[in-house]
């Protein structure tokens, strides 16, 4: 394995709804993590202010009834007021400085729980990241979901629903395999 390969880019995007060309992206957190070392390089978190409006109007934005009990409940909608905003443009920018300074184009794989609902919204409002993205992706809900159909039933833990701790979850979920691939022989 090369030795970039063993680093992978933890990514959470908390969104206002599950639409990525009509919802907006409400909090980013992203972890550098190298596999191999079993550490984190670095991490990036911001609040990608609304282009629509200024943050006490957020809320009242048509917003999926689910999504908003859940910020509301994990406090994301409070943080947000106390939190200087950011572009999602700048946001953009500050993650591709911080993936290329590791990586080439195509080789940074995203890890995280359902990677496919977050590189929905990167496609759609972060699309030079995306494309520099590797097509790969380590999706810890899907290691959650073979451990269930396996029978190793998984401790029920509640989401955070905050971006950064629930990166940290997912390199607990990707950590808890690396025993278990460890002591796999690959077929002659």
């Not at 959650?144 to 629903?161: D, F, Q, R, V």
Request: glycine letters at 6%; proline letters at 5%.
């Amino acid at each position: 394995m090369n030795i970039e390969m063993a680093k992978v880019l933890f990514l959470d995007l908390e969104t206002t709804g599950f639409h990525p060309e009509r919802d907006l992206i409400l909090e980013v957190g992203a972890i550098l993590y190298d596999l191999k070392a079993d550490r984190e390089i670095c991490h990036h978190h911001s609040m990608p202010s609304d282009p629509l409006g200024d943050e006490e109007t957020l809320r009242f934005r048509p917003m999926d009834v689910f999504v908003y009990k859940m910020h509301t409940e994990s406090g994301l909608f409070a943080r947000r007021l106390q939190t200087a905003p950011t572009t999602l443009g700048e946001t953009e920018r500050e993650l591709l400085n911080l993936v290329s300074g590791y990586f080439f184009r195509g080789e940074c794989m995203l890890a995280g729980f359902s990677v496919g609902f977050d590189r929905s919204f990167l496609k759609q409002q972060m699309p030079v990241l995306e494309g520099f993205l590797s097509h790969r992706v380590i999706d810890a809900s899907v290691l959650k979901s073979l451990s269930k159909a396996y029978g190793k039933e998984w401790p029920k833990k509640e989401p955070a629903h905050r971006s950064l701790e629930d990166c940290r979850e997912a390199i607990e979920v990707v950590k808890l395999f690396r025993s278990a691939i460890e002591s796999v022989e690959p077929p002659a």
